[in-house]
């Protein structure tokens, strides 16, 4: 479970992105949002939840199964419909997931 937060910064061109480590919920701004002087996350509380759980799914399943399968989890790509359109999407996708776990199930 996640039991931490941190904030961090990234140093490369990537956008901004949650991830974590141990039990630490990592939150990172990009580069370029910083410097620019934007909040990365303006519109993520609504999210939260579901991101918290997500990240803990990982942590779980990293310390039954290993680094590698716990980061496949992002990997797996699932077909879902919204209003009647399909899309393939992540299972990581919180736009399209339907509870606060985080984690997009097909219909």
Do not use: W
């Amino acid at each position: 479970m996640i039991n931490d937060f941190a904030l961090a910064c990234s140093i490369d061109e990537s956008p901004a992105y949650f991830t974590y480590h141990n039990q630490t919920m990592l939150i990172v701004q990009s580069a370029l949002d910083a410097k620019a002087g934007i909040g990365s996350f303006q519109h993520i509380e609504t999210f939260m939840e579901a991101l918290v759980s997500h990240e803990s799914i990982h942590v779980v399943i990293k310390k039954f199964e290993g680094v590698a399968v716990s980061d496949s989890l992002d990997d797996i790509e699932v077909i879902v419909e919204l209003r009647g359109t399909k899309f393939q999407v992540t299972l990581n996708n919180m736009l399209f997931a339907v509870d606060s776990s985080g984690i997009v199930m097909p219909d």
